[in-house]
Nanobody, 125 residues
């Protein structure tokens, strides 16, 4: 299984970006998917996740109301739409796939089995 993340870039505060994570090797519908981020000098944290069933999206409080996670299983792709971006959203964003759970949406990185390479998001003030 491979995950390819893309869509990062440099944007001004208040702007938007859409990240994309394409799954190959197995159908994405078999995985719960998460977007994590890691800022310089900080620990990795979850931004958003969606279970395999798609019924229980999770958002960290810091992104709630601004980010939206969605999935298109016909394209084996998961998206993270990021609006109203803030400088504190600057980080490397990673997508991850969870093989084990169906309706449950894990928020800890240890629960995810596969990881993409990361895409840099930089928000200027």
């Amino acid at each position: 299984v491979q995950l390819q993340a893309s869509g990062g870039g440099l944007v001004q505060a208040g702007g938007s970006l859409r990240l994309q994570c394409t799954v190959s090797g197995r159908p994405s519908r078999k995985f719960g998917m998460g977007w994590f981020r890691q800022a310089p000098g900080k620990e990795r944290e979850i931004a958003a996740a969606v279970s395999r069933s798609g019924s229980r999206p999770y958002y960290d409080d810091s992104v709630k109301g601004r980010f939206t996670i969605s999935r298109d299983n016909t394209q084996n792709t998961v998206y993270l739409q990021m609006n109203s971006l803030k400088p504190e959203d600057t980080a490397v964003y990673f997508c991850a796939a969870d093989w084990a759970h169906y309706a449950y949406t894990p928020t800890g990185g240890h629960a995810y089995d596969y990881w993409g390479q990361g895409t840099q998001v930089t928000v200027s003030s």
